[in-house]
């Protein structure tokens, strides 16, 4: 797969913030929503994009430690 700027802006992007709109893709990969979401899709196709996983804050959530020992 070749991965061009485009594709790396839109990875970018999603790695700022994963639920990005294809609108706010495409103001940051400078192309329009439609190019942004179908780069987004052949990435999510092609494998490049994995997965998408929430960021917890745990703290907020009370919890005091968030790694035991082995």
Known sequence: MDVDDID???LSALLR???AS????????DVTDRTAAWRRH???????IRS????????????DVT???R
């Open 8 to 10: 790396r802006r839109v």
């Open 17 to 19: 913030n994963g639920r």
């Open 22 to 29: 294809a609108d706010e893709l495409g103001d940051v990969a």
């Open 42 to 48: 052949t990435l999510e196709d092609d494998g490049v």
């Open 52 to 63: 998408y996983r929430p960021r917890l804050d745990y703290d907020l959530l009370g919890y």
């Open 67 to 69: 790694a035991g020992l």
